[in-house]
């Protein structure tokens, strides 16, 4: 009994070892880690400036004036006169409208007539003429006599009052008249004196100061007649009428839209990647749908220096002069070519990158860029000779090569060789 039981306790020990054994492998068999293959990580890149993909490849646009303008007038007031219509062509200072000028020659007039009278009051402050001075010594005599012939009366007056005589209201009216007397005597002084000498220098600057206040409202005046005609201001058709004749129209209101196309304009849209080499393209041609045979040479206008932020490309303004056998109007599609002078020329120093595809550490590294592997997707750092930064990004003058692909976002999560994948580059060209 006792050994049964001995024997069958060192089955379980065994029973026990061989579980003990078994879990042992098990946990060390799920401890072990299966390889796992770091992701592919989607990046923003671009392609570094390649001469290649400017030579030969169309860029679409459409036409456009190259000036345009709302035309209205600069007063309010009633059309009178609208001699244009919708696709009229007219030349620099015909007239395109008019307004009712009659209120403002009357106000013209008005103003002309007070600022005349202004500056013959003026002169007669001045300088007067001996004639006036002779008229003048006259009146003063007169007054004179009538003063002494004023006062006479008071005194025979005042004697009468005394010897109950003469009523208060006799001595009173006596007193009046003398004083009168004595004050048109000084004003006939005065006035001699004006004539003699001329005004007092405060009067003459404040008749002064009223006529070139006069002198500013008549050219404002007559600044507002000649703004009842509407002109044009360069040679152009008209591309819309805003007003019908004989309308109240308010100042500022457009009246018509001029186009002027003696030049036209095309805006193409360049991929970042090639934008830096847009100073260098030449012999720059362009073709119109509805003209397709016909080959316009142009030129470069304006480099737009602000990206679109969905199609991440770059607005370029071409300019050509209009042909003589055809006529391109505003709307009309068509693409531009152009080609690069020399690769020589513009390599090295025509690289212009985003300034969020250059990593700048602190310390005594140098700033550098993840430079993208077209095999394989992987990323490896490149370090980079910085120039100056431009319009259009950080001019890199060595460490990178026309043609390579670098991340232009998100730089600062990636390692070296790190596998990734290039997301699509929204171009919005035709080639």
Same mark, same amino acid.
């Given at each position: 009994?006792?050994?049964?039981?001995?024997?069958?306790?060192?089955?379980?020990?065994?029973?026990?070892?061989?579980?003990?054994?078994?879990?042992?492998?098990?946990?060390?068999?799920?401890?072990?880690?299966?390889? $796992?293959?770091?992701?592919?990580?989607?990046?923003?890149? #671009? &392609?570094?400036? /390649?001469?290649?993909?400017? @030579?030969?490849?169309?860029?679409?646009?459409?036409?456009?004036?190259?000036?345009?303008? /709302?035309?209205?007038?600069?007063?309010?007031?009633?059309?009178?006169?609208?001699?244009?219509?919708?696709?009229?062509?007219?030349?620099?200072?015909?007239?395109?409208?008019?307004?009712?000028?009659?209120?403002?020659?009357?106000?013209?007039?008005?103003?002309? /007539?007070?600022?005349?009278?202004?500056?013959?009051?003026?002169?007669? #402050?001045?300088?007067?003429?001996?004639?006036?001075?002779?008229?003048?010594?006259?009146?003063?005599?007169?007054?004179?006599?009538?003063?002494?012939?004023?006062?006479?009366?008071?005194? %025979?007056?005042?004697?009468?009052?005394? /010897?109950?005589?003469?009523?208060?209201?006799?001595?009173?009216?006596?007193?009046?008249?003398?004083? $009168?007397?004595?004050?048109?005597?000084?004003?006939?002084?005065?006035?001699?004196?004006?004539?003699?000498?001329?005004?007092?220098?405060?009067?003459?600057?404040?008749?002064?100061? %009223?006529?070139?206040?006069?002198?500013? &409202?008549?050219?404002?005046?007559?600044?507002?007649?000649?703004?009842?005609?509407?002109?044009?201001?360069?040679?152009?058709?008209?591309? &819309?009428?805003?007003?019908?004749?004989?309308?109240?129209?308010?100042?500022?209101?457009?009246?018509?839209?001029?186009?002027?196309?003696?030049?036209?304009?095309?805006?193409?849209?360049?991929?970042?990647?090639?934008?830096?080499?847009?100073?260098?393209?030449?012999?720059?041609?362009?073709?119109?749908? @509805?003209?397709?045979?016909?080959?316009?040479?142009?030129?470069?206008?304006?480099?737009?220096?602000?990206?679109?932020?969905? @199609?991440?490309?770059?607005? $370029?303004?071409?300019? #050509?002069? &209009?042909?003589?056998?055809?006529?391109?109007?505003?709307? #009309?599609?068509?693409?531009? @070519?152009?080609?690069?002078?020399?690769?020589?020329?513009?390599?090295?120093?025509?690289?212009?990158?985003?300034?969020?595809?250059?990593?700048?550490?602190?310390?005594?590294?140098?700033?550098?860029?993840?430079?993208?592997?077209?095999?394989?997707?992987?990323? =490896?750092?490149?370090?980079?000779?910085?120039?100056?930064? =431009?319009?259009?990004?950080?001019?890199?003058?060595?460490?990178?090569?026309?043609?390579?692909?670098?991340?232009?976002?998100?730089?600062?999560?990636?390692?070296?060789?790190?596998?990734?994948?290039?997301?699509?580059?929204?171009?919005?060209?035709?080639?």
């Amino acid at each position: 009994m006792i050994s049964n039981a001995h024997k069958g306790f060192r089955l379980c020990d065994r029973e026990r070892a061989v579980l003990v054994l078994l879990l042992i492998g098990c946990v060390v068999g799920c401890g072990k880690e299966e390889p $796992v293959e770091p992701p592919v990580r989607p990046v923003r890149a #671009m &392609q570094v400036a /390649n001469t290649a993909g400017v @030579t030969g490849r169309a860029f679409p646009g459409r036409a456009k004036a190259s000036a345009e303008v /709302n035309l209205a007038f600069r007063v309010s007031g009633p059309l009178i006169e609208r001699p244009v219509n919708v696709g009229d062509l007219v030349k620099k200072g015909a007239v395109v409208a008019r307004i009712d000028p009659r209120d403002f020659e009357t106000e013209l007039a008005d103003i002309s /007539n007070k600022l005349a009278e202004a500056r013959a009051q003026l002169e007669a #402050m001045r300088v007067a003429r001996p004639e006036e001075i002779g008229s003048l010594e006259a009146d003063l005599a007169a007054a004179k006599a009538e003063r002494v012939k004023a006062e006479a009366d008071y005194q %025979r007056v005042q004697q009468l009052y005394l /010897n109950d005589n003469a009523s208060k209201s006799d001595l009173d009216q006596a007193r009046a008249l003398r004083d $009168v007397a004595r004050e048109a005597v000084n004003s006939a002084m005065e006035s001699l004196r004006i004539g003699q000498r001329g005004a007092r220098a405060e009067d003459i600057d404040a008749q002064q100061a %009223r006529i070139r206040t006069l002198e500013a &409202q008549q050219k404002r005046a007559r600044d507002a007649l000649e703004d009842t005609w509407l002109k044009v201001p360069f040679d152009g058709y008209i591309a &819309q009428t805003f007003v019908d004749n004989f309308q109240n129209v308010r100042a500022m209101q457009p009246i018509v839209r001029l186009l002027d196309i003696s030049r036209i304009e095309m805006v193409v849209h360049i991929p970042e990647s090639l934008i830096s080499l847009a100073p260098h393209v030449t012999d720059i041609t362009v073709r119109f749908d @509805t003209f397709a045979d016909h080959e316009i040479p142009a030129q470069i206008k304006e480099i737009g220096t602000e990206a679109s932020q969905t @199609t991440r490309t770059y607005p $370029v303004t071409l300019i #050509m002069k &209009q042909p003589q056998d055809i006529q391109i109007l505003p709307g #009309m599609a068509g693409k531009a @070519t152009g080609r690069i002078e020399s690769s020589d020329q513009v390599a090295g120093a025509s690289i212009a990158v985003p300034v969020s595809a250059v990593v700048s550490p602190d310390g005594t590294d140098k700033p550098y860029v993840w430079v993208i592997d077209e095999a394989t997707q992987k990323v =490896t750092r490149r370090n980079v000779t910085l120039g100056e930064l =431009t319009a259009l990004g950080l001019r890199v003058t060595s460490g990178l090569k026309p043609g390579e692909w670098i991340a232009t976002a998100g730089v600062h999560s990636l390692r070296e060789g790190q596998q990734v994948r290039i997301l699509h580059q929204h171009g919005g060209l035709s080639s």
